[in-house]
């Protein structure tokens, strides 16, 4: 039994249908990757299973170990675990890095400058820096990782890891995503790369808000080479790539 399961979501925003009829489950303590092209509802199925604001109406039911959190809020749904990284830690504007990662902290769990040091910012130069616009994108990006890491949450979803992330850099979030798989933790990573997807040993494909193709990562991968599998999205990728996000 997966330790979060998502059975016949719908999601209607303002008239459209964002979210058709998804039936999945992540199974606990594995690393799953959800892909698809631009608008697939990737991202909103994510909101959904956090419970954000507007995202919440739904059809179909979301179980978290065995039990429905649909009925709950986000701050409810972030006390049983379950924890969506978003692009920026905006809510913390203002805070040290200290602070910030002081807040996330979990008893007992890995303390903040063994974060930092798992996704590659030096103890030294950033705890006491401000959250705010000064850090780097990537910095942020990484600090959010850092946040997690010592929250040690059950499930945690990741939107797109890799965005603003340097190359040289991308092994510490690797890292840092094996290390939350090591905490026991599940993982799912939203992503347009075909190497965070090989991160992922399973895989689902998303498009126009439908679940396409499921399995073990390696049988998702085609979806990378332009052999989009059969749906009626209007702007199916061609074969040998285009502009949909294939490497
Ligand atoms: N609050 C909203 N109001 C209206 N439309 C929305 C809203 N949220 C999402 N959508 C629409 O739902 C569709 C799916 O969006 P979503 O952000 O989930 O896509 P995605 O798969 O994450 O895409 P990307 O790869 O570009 O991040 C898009 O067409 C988007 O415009
Ligand atoms: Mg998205």
Redesign the pocket.
């Known amino acids: 039994m997966g330790i979060l399961e998502v059975s016949n979501l719908h999601l209607t925003?303002?008239g459209?249908r964002?979210l058709n009829d998804v039936t999945l489950d992540f199974w606990e303590g594995h690393v799953h990757a959800v892909v698809?092209?631009?608008?697939?509802?990737?991202?909103?199925?994510?909101?959904a299973i956090m419970g954000l604001e507007?995202?919440r109406d739904v059809e179909g039911d979301i179980r978290f170990e065995g039990q429905s959190i649909t009925g709950l809020s986000v701050d409810q749904r972030a006390k049983k675990g379950i924890t969506l990284a978003w692009q920026e830690p905006a809510r913390y504007e203002g805070l040290s890095v200290a602070k910030f990662l002081g807040a996330a902290a979990a008893d007992g769990g890995i303390t903040a400058e063994e974060a930092l040091e798992q996704v590659g910012l030096s103890p030294a130069r950033y705890l006491h820096r401000a959250v705010d616009k000064s850090l780097s994108g990537g910095e942020r990006k990484k600090l959010e990782l850092a946040s997690i890491l010592v929250m040690e949450p059950r499930f945690v979803m990741l939107?797109?890891p890799d965005s603003g992330i340097d190359v040289a850099s991308l092994h510490k979030i690797f890292e840092g995503i094996q290390s939350l798989r090591k905490q026991g933790a599940t993982v799912v990573l939203?992503t347009?790369s075909i190497t965070v997807m090989k991160q992922a040993e399973h895989a689902f494909l998303?498009c126009g808000?439908r679940l396409i193709d499921k399995g073990r990562t390696p049988s998702i991968l085609p979806y990378f080479e332009g052999e989009c599998l059969p749906c009626d999205h209007q702007n199916v990728p061609t074969r040998g790539g285009d502009e949909h996000?294939h490497e």
């Open positions: 925003i303002n459209t964002i698809g092209p631009n608008g697939a509802g990737k991202s909103t199925l994510a909101a507007g995202y939107d797109e939203i347009h998303f808000g996000g």
